[in-house]
């Protein structure tokens, strides 16, 4: 039997227990998301140690008891954005513009009159799988909107998620296909909207560029900022925040309308200040589960 046919007959009722979740009002998920929390912090220990190290190294003159309170926030966090995830398979439009709100569009209304592209970055802040819902803010129904992610090794996850990110019409582009989709966007003649979550880390052949970044010299992306520069897309930038539990705004911020007018990296330490100012605000809201500092500078001396 093929891997991916086993995998759907054993996810199965694992996406029907999703659906039937979905369909709970939010202040029932919200339950569920207390009752998650315990098992998750006190008996899994989901990748405690990790997301510890990472406070203590980007936030050094804290205590161990106030990283422990901030870390007990996050993991709090965490277990709302899983519940406000499976949301999507069950949520309106009306909503969701309740919930996920947007600022200042009219820079995007603007660009599109003009009928210029634009990429958006944006980070793992809040709840970034209902950041696509900004297409129900755009007033031009002809626009492309996508995004770019990396694909799960999990394939019912991937193709999960890829349900889940389209809801709202945006088109998914794997990373590997990034530079070809943004040239094809490009040649439609239509403007579009594209998405890149930027505060990953660069796979080592990629590292090009350093910055300080939460106390840590950290390696940052830069490839959107070569394609937005070949593609000459203006390039903006989500700053989320969290207003309160459920609900979310992000304000659009410029950071660059014309790239090539701008020194090289400039773009990439904009959006890293920025993405920095957006934790900065509620630290908890931000991913601390991932190894972004597992790569040091001192190991890459022509970067």
């Known amino acids: 039997m093929k ?29 569920l998301a207390d009752l998650l929390y315990y098992p998750l912090y006190y008996v899994v220990h989901y990748r405690r140690k990790l997301v510890f190290e990472n406070l203590r190294n980007s936030f050094p003159d804290k205590s161990d008891r106030e990283l422990r309170q901030l870390e007990k926030r996050f993991y709090r966090h965490f277990c709302d954005y899983v519940v406000e995830t499976i949301k999507l398979l069950h949520i309106s439009d009306s ?9 200042q569009t009219d820079i995007i209304d603007r660009l599109f009159d003009q009928n210029r592209s634009i990429i958006i970055l ?69 403007p579009s909207i594209t998405g890149f979550m930027s505060d990953q ?14 106390s840590q010299d950290s ?36 950071i660059a309308l014309h790239p090539n007018e701008l020194p090289e990296f400039e773009i990439t330490d904009r959006y890293t200040a920025l993405m920095e100012q957006t934790i900065m605000r509620k630290p908890w809201g931000w991913l601390w589960t991932h190894k972004r500092w597992k790569y040091k500078h001192e190991n890459f001396p022509n970067t």
Not at 140 to 146: D, K, L, N, R, T
Not at 201 to 213: K, L, M, Q, V
């Open 201 to 214: 880390t660069p796979s080592p052949a990629n590292i090009h560029h350093w910055a300080r970044f939460l």
């Open 95 to 103: 909503e969701m513009r309740r919930r996920m709100v947007f600022e």
């Open 219 to 254: 390696p940052v992306l830069t490839g959107y900022e070569k394609i937005a520069r070949k593609a000459d897309f203006a390039v903006l930038y989500f700053d989320v925040e969290m207003v309160k539990r459920g609900y979310y705004k992000a304000t659009i911020r410029e």
């Open 3 to 31: 891997k991916e046919t086993l995998q759907n007959i054993l996810y199965s009722p694992l996406y029907l227990w999703f659906k039937l979740h979905a369909l709970l009002p939010m202040r029932v998920l919200y339950l």
């Open 122 to 190: 944006l980070g793992h802040f809040g709840n970034w799988e209902w950041v696509p819902s900004v297409t129900l803010w755009i007033h031009h129904p002809e626009a492309i909107s996508g995004q770019i992610y990396r694909p799960l090794n999990n394939k019912w996850f991937d193709r999960f998620f890829l349900k889940l990110r389209s809801r709202f019409g945006t088109v998914c582009i794997a990373k590997k296909d990034t530079l070809r989709a943004i040239l094809q966007m490009k040649r439609s003649g239509r």
